[in-house]
């Protein structure tokens, strides 16, 4: 596609469910991040891809968080026992290369109830 | 630590009026410097980019201004509009660790009429 695709765009679940996230980068696009947005807060990093480098996950901030890059492409991040403060918009973005300009996603609006 | 903040947190002004927005950044070494606008409920959507070399940029009735010696950068917006609604972001990319972007707060502006 030409730009940044995540699904679904709105997710709703339970408390404890695991929920997956899902961000198409563009094509080529080496970098892919995963931010979250809080209501009304700034961008929270939470993990980068870059190539065939090992990922750099010093954002993620508990176990419960995982994300991998399947083929260098698509990206799946996963949260599992979902909890209420997980609830958030989360933002993919992708980038050609370093220095380069990042495109970002319309983000998935995470509720838990 | 490398870190962005941004200021001021969140401001009003009168449309027609211009506004500058503050960023300072501790990111070293320094890659680039861009500036986003994120609608609300949208991703955020990129305004300039600057690396070392370059002082100002311009986009529309958006001037960005960078002094990489004193690691400070300002948004300018001119004869703002109802549309400038939104939070613009400061965002900085280190030279090391594979150019990971590191974001500042966020500046929400408001235009009233």
């Known amino acids: 596609g030409a730009g940044v695709s995540q699904s679904p765009s709105n997710k709703v679940t339970e408390k404890g469910k695991d929920v997956e996230l899902r961000c198409d980068p563009i094509?080529?696009?080496?970098?892919l991040y995963w931010y979250r947005q809080s209501l009304g807060q700034g961008l929270e990093f939470l993990i980068y891809?870059?190539?065939?480098?090992?990922?750099?996950k010093s954002g993620l901030p508990s176990d419960r968080f995982s994300a991998e890059r399947t083929g260098g492409s698509v990206s799946t991040l996963t949260i599992q026992r979902t909890q209420q403060e997980d609830s958030a918009v989360y933002l993919c973005?992708?980038?050609?290369?370093?220095?380069?300009?990042?495109?970002f996603g319309q983000g998935t609006r995470l509720t838990v109830v | 630590k490398n870190q962005v903040e941004q200021s001021p947190q969140s401001l009003i002004i009168l449309e027609g009026k211009n506004c500058t927005l503050q960023?300072?950044?501790?990111?070293?070494?320094?890659?680039?410097l861009r500036w986003y606008k994120q609608d609300t409920g949208r991703g955020p959507v990129s305004l300039t980019i600057?690396?070392?070399?370059?002082n100002t940029k311009s986009n529309g009735r958006y001037t960005a201004t960078l002094d990489a010696d004193t690691k400070q950068s300002s948004l300018h917006i001119t004869a703002s509009q109802l549309s400038d609604s939104a939070s613009y972001i400061c965002?900085?990319?280190?030279?090391?660790?594979?150019?990971?972007?590191?974001f500042g707060g966020g500046t929400r502006v408001l235009v009233k009429p």
């Open positions: 965002v900085v990319s280190a030279q090391a660790a594979g150019n990971k972007l590191t």
């Open positions: 891809f870059q190539g065939n480098s090992a990922p750099d």
């Open positions: 973005a992708s980038s050609f290369g370093t220095a380069t300009e990042a495109f």
């Open positions: 094509s080529g696009h080496t970098a």
């Open positions: 960023c300072n950044y501790t990111v070293s070494p320094f890659s680039n």
């Open positions: 600057m690396t070392f070399s370059e």
